[in-house]
């Protein structure tokens, strides 16, 4: 083969390859209702920027689009690097309407600096929203521990965005795209899990700060500030110290890690040389670990002088090389004698597997998922347990050689109080017994009574009960201001036609539950549903000055909540079911009538006027009478609709109710 079509070919390869580099950096990521969070780390591609100088106006020429290169991960890490680094994604939705908004969560809480640049698409500039923890907390969009940005997507259309971060410690990318919802329960759960995670090292704490009080042994006082400074470590991590402490001082929030980190290498050594008493079990050991905790405090004060990037990795160091002496002081220490040592030991493995781990996570020897992210997490938690048991073995060693002393004394008492005691003991299982079948009694009767009670609840009002439970009678009662609510599904009957019953009692069952909380939070006492009709009313059984304006809001929160289950009803194929809501406020009689199947009621013309005021509403709207209006329109936007013409009833003014003033 000749000099010329060996060129040739080498050309050729060199452009494909150029080629596919290009393609696999300019991957869509399709956004649709079927999926609510997505991960970018394979649909993105990223440019180290060594200068840190790039414009977005370079960035995004077309001289660095070949330059971008494809992520093979899901997630990006650059260890401790001073390079900028630019991210390129681009975003389509598919449903617009379903899911108009979307949000870009950066998971990982400790950059800088980090910027979205967007192009406007009425000018064609590009805009930047700049966000890190080297701004104050205050200055973010959206309030949360991590990096959230808006993205607006209103249409079709490709959208293409691009992601600046610099930072002076780990760098570690790993972005996803939420629905808000799906961001709100995912949030949730996190917060939940690093709730009990704090909690749990709070309680640690106190409990151990009470034993150091109580015992005056400073291996306590150690291990108080071992966990203390493993919770700070944790919540930097996390972003809480940053969110709720010191995000509103950036230069306090950046320097915050890497001291809490020497901090923790510091307390570490100390509580070794404590807990193990080094000086005596382990002496060349002691003097490492003395050294070692000279030069976390050293770190500590470097941390007010040095860039952070530089006593981020002291610290990092320190705490990888304290964990490994942590298990030769263990060994020696155990190896001399100490037996206090062995769960020490195992504490120490337990929390250097997740040191070990995350260290080399922030070095970006190892990729960024849910172990390795957590594994400090993990290992914190199995080593305070640990500590926790091996103080327990020290004090309990301590017990035993104390109580071996004393066993030669106390032996003789022993054996003359022996019978005595297998007397007492067995007169105090006879009595154990009879309280126990006593007790056990008493519970179920309480339990039955229990039951009882809630069932007549769910019947009766809570002073109605009362009274037919002490009395065996409830006496019929008068309000002169009650509110009552109507609501009514139109044409019911040609909806359920095609239903099984089964299905129309679950349909019913799902609105009706929902109605009895809305009423519930709005003080409204349910009355009874007939058919597919619902009965409610404020006022009553305890009068009150506010139940118009109640039975107002109850009727738009349910307006609210049934529009909301006609959406879901549209998205699943299904026909809707409009509502009718009607009010009125006047005199009521309630009471209960009968002697069997007892069931609370009102009436009077207060009900009619109530029911006449829905049948005459129309669906999606609630529709109140004049008494009602005259008592609310200073707190609700409402529209007279005139007098309309009632059975019964003659023209009565109706209102529509359009909302809050």
Not at 196 to 217: E, K
Not at 457 to 480: F, W
Request: hydrophobic share 45%; net charge neutral; aromatic share 10%.
């Amino acid at each position: 083969m000749g000099n010329l079509q060996k060129k040739g070919i080498a050309c050729i390869a060199a452009c494909l390859l150029a080629a596919s580099s290009a393609l696999a950096g300019t991957g869509i990521l399709d956004l649709g209702p079927d999926k609510s969070r997505h991960a970018l780390g394979r649909h993105m591609a990223f440019l180290e920027d060594k200068s840190g100088a790039l414009t977005i106006e370079e960035a995004a020429s077309p001289g660095y689009e070949a330059q971008f290169k494809p992520s093979r991960e899901d997630a990006l890490n650059f260890g401790v690097t001073s390079s900028a680094i630019w991210i390129r994604f681009r975003l389509r939705n598919t449903d617009p309407e379903a899911t108009p908004n979307w949000l870009l969560s950066l998971d990982y809480p400790l950059f800088d600096y980090v910027s979205l640049y967007r192009k406007n698409s009425a000018t064609g500039q590009w805009e930047e929203e700049k966000s890190g923890d080297g701004y104050p907390f205050r200055n973010r969009k959206i309030a949360h521990r991590n990096f959230l940005f808006e993205l607006p997507l209103p249409d079709t259309a490709t959208h293409t965005y691009y992601l600046r971060f610099a930072t002076s410690g780990s760098l570690q990318i790993g972005p996803h795209l939420h629905t808000e919802r799906e961001l709100s329960i995912e949030n949730m759960y996190s917060e939940i899990g690093y709730g009990l995670f704090f909690g749990a090292l709070l309680i640690m704490i106190g409990y151990n700060l009470f034993l150091f009080f109580s015992l005056w042994d400073r291996a306590y006082l150690a291990y108080v500030l071992v966990i203390l400074f493993s919770l700070l470590v944790q919540a930097s991590f996390s972003g809480h110290i940053n969110q709720y402490l010191l995000g509103n001082t950036p230069v306090l929030a950046n320097g915050s890690v890497p001291l809490f980190m020497a901090g923790a290498g510091l307390t570490m050594n100390f509580f070794a040389i404590t807990f193990l008493d080094t000086r005596q079990f382990a002496r060349r050991i002691h003097r490492i670990l003395k050294a070692l905790l000279v030069l976390a405090a050293l770190d500590m004060l470097l941390v007010f002088f040095l860039p952070a990037r530089l006593t981020i990795s002291l610290a990092g160091l320190i705490i990888m090389v304290t964990s490994l002496m942590m298990i030769v002081a263990g060994i020696r220490s155990l190896i001399n004698g100490n037996k206090s040592a062995r769960y020490f030991l195992l504490a120490w493995v337990m929390l250097l597997a997740g040191v070990l781990i995350t260290s080399l996570r922030n070095f970006g020897l190892l990729t960024p998922n849910f172990f390795t992210v957590n594994s400090m997490k993990f290992g914190a938690i199995m080593e305070v347990i640990l500590l926790s048991m091996a103080l327990s073995d020290k004090y309990n060693l301590f017990k035993k050689e104390k109580e071996a002393a004393q066993s030669k004394m106390l032996r003789m008492q022993q054996e003359a109080n022996k019978v005595l005691e297998e007397k007492v003991l067995e007169r105090t299982l006879q009595l154990a017994e009879a309280n126990q079948e006593l007790s056990a009694t008493l519970e179920v009767v309480d339990q039955e009574r229990q039951k009882s009670d809630r069932l007549l609840l769910n019947i009766l009002p809570e002073e109605t009960a009362a009274e037919l439970k002490e009395h065996g009678l409830a006496s019929p009662k008068h309000y002169d201001r009650v509110s009552v609510l109507f609501t009514d599904f139109r044409d019911f009957t040609r909806l359920v036609e095609q239903m099984t019953p089964q299905q129309v009692i679950e349909e019913l069952s799902y609105c009706f539950t929902a109605f009895d909380d809305i009423c519930d939070r709005h003080r409204l006492e349910k009355i009874k549903t007939i058919g597919d009709s619902y009965m409610a009313a404020g006022g009553l059984p305890r009068p009150n000055d506010t139940n118009p304006a109640d039975a107002v809001r109850a009727a738009l929160e349910i307006l609210e909540w049934t529009e909301n289950w006609k959406t879901e009803k549209r998205n699943k194929g299904e026909e809707p079911w409009e509502i009718r809501i009607g009010i009125h406020t006047g005199p009521v009689v309630a009471g209960v009538v009968g002697k069997n199947k007892f069931a609370y009621d009102i009436w009077g013309d207060t009900v009619n006027h109530a029911s006449r005021m829905e049948s005459a509403g129309q669906p999606g709207q609630v529709n109140i009478s004049e008494a009602t209006y005259q008592l609310v329109r200073h707190e609700f936007r409402c529209v007279y609709r005139g007098e309309i013409t009632v059975k019964n009833l003659g023209d009565l003014k109706m209102y529509w109710v359009e909302g809050r003033n």
